[in-house]
């Protein structure tokens, strides 16, 4: 029977994504703006897990500072932070649904200020923390997490 096991390195310094919803790493990836870092990133996918059945993780070589922790709580709340300083565990964060998120969402109401006024901000606040809902702050646009299922 094939046992698909992987071993990645362990990091020095930076932060390791866990609880990611298997297949969505990418979608992190790119909404954390990681291409645009220098830093080292470790992107495991579909790796068996006993409570989620299947999951991502992601090794990231870098400060947390550089992270909007608003971004990862809008994309997937469960996801866990493990924060690593000289080759071991320091601390554990989880992760909340922001109350307002900047730049995150685009509103989709040609009628919004946001569509006339290209350097306002994209806002939107929390409005439904059980279903997840978020509501342009200018024109009550609905919008939903990206991960809500």
């Known amino acids: 029977m094939f046992q698909n096991k992987l071993n990645v390195g ?3 310094e930076g932060f390791v994504l866990d609880h990611i919803k298997a297949g969505k790493s990418m979608e992190i990836y790119k909404y954390l703006g990681l ?3 220098d830093c080292t990133v470790a992107i495991i996918r579909n790796v068996t897990s006993h409570k989620m059945g299947k999951k991502d993780i992601m090794k990231i070589e870098c400060p947390l500072e550089w ?3 608003d971004v990862l709580g809008y994309l ?6 493990n924060i690593i300083k000289d ?3 320091v601390d554990k964060k ?3 649904l922001p109350k307002e998120v900047k730049n995150i969402i685009k509103c989709k ?7 006339i006024e290209q350097e306002l901000d994209q806002v939107f606040v929390l409005t ?3 279903k997840k809902v978020y509501r342009c702050k200018y024109c009550e646009e609905e919008s939903h997490t990206l991960m809500r299922n």
């Open 10 to 12: 362990q990091i020095s």
């Open 35 to 37: 291409d645009d870092l």
């Open 67 to 69: 992270i909007d922790l």
């Open 76 to 81: 997937d709340h469960n996801i866990t932070i």
């Open 87 to 89: 080759d071991k565990v």
């Open 94 to 96: 989880r992760l909340v």
């Open 109 to 115: 109401n040609p009628r919004c200020i946001t569509s």
């Open 128 to 130: 439904d923390e059980e």
